[in-house]
């Protein structure tokens, strides 16, 4: 497939097709993957209604991620109003073989507007029958019998840890999903979740990045050591902004404060002659939680120059310079 046209940075270095990662194993599951997943939000476009070109367009970044060695490709119900997942399958069902050297991950529980018909309240969702029948919605959207790994995606706060080990335990004997796990969840949730489960909770989606350091310090990653889970981070760049990514999104300049970081991390990206994009990547990469980032960029020269991330080890010392950077005082 043809994987579109871009301009490259000088010290993108972009990692050659079919160039496999290091595999790493997702918490207590036997799934095997890349170190970088691709997340498909974004390519159904920004407006979840893609046109013809949007689609190709879409199709493109799968494959072109495919191509650059992701092998966990990270969904949900909600991207694009569903046209996500039904552009991940399309693209699956392309690339021939694609399916039997991937991992396949789906997030429900954000009820939209119109979800039923005439209901006008987005909410959250963790009853048993909407788990059940949201993961079945996935499934057909991508045009699969199952879900490798099945996330919560917001924390309902109705949530009754009871029905939810319900939901999981239905879904996994009647083979529809692999394994589970939840999204930016609060520790103690996650603990009262786990409680009631028989099967482990492998992974935790949640945001972390040099702009957005909560999970440092809330429990979060901790946590993830303790039950040795694996924390995905979500939007790992801050929004594009710690690279050369999507700066158009609305409220990242309001969100994220990342002037001192992007000087603190284009020095570091000169020292190692790559992008900061890879730097900004590798910091994490670096905790020993084992933390994969989400990369979800579309543009197939971002896609492959995220790969470089995997190809340096940042020193003690860079790694703690930018944490002060991204801190904005020095460690006490």
Partial sequence: MADGQGILSEKSNPIPKNTPMDAISIGKSTLKTSRLAFGCWRIAGWDGNPGPDQEKAGVAAVAAAYD???????????YGGGHAERLFGKALHEISGMRDKVVIA????IRVKGNPPGENTVRWDFSADYIVSAAEQSLKRIGIETLDLLMLHRPDFLADPQEIASAFSKLQSAGKVRFFGVSNFRPSL???VQAAC?????????EISLAHLNALNDGTLDQCLEFKMTPMAWSPLGAGLLGDGAKRLLTSQKKYQVGPI???LQQIADELNVSKTAVALAWLLKHPAGIQPIVGSTTPERIRDAVNATKIEL??????????AAQGEPLP
Avoid at 69 to 78: R, W
Avoid at 106 to 109: A, D, P, V
Avoid at 315 to 324: A, N, T
């Fill in 68 to 78: 650059a060695g992701y092998t966990l490709f990270d969904n949900a119900d909600i």
């Fill in 106 to 109: 789906s997030k429900c529980g």
């Fill in 190 to 192: 996650f603990t009262a």
């Fill in 198 to 206: 028989s099967m482990p909770l492998v992974v935790h989606q949640v």
């Fill in 262 to 264: 992007v000087t603190e």
């Fill in 315 to 324: 020193s003690r010392s860079q790694w703690y310079r930018l944490l002060v």
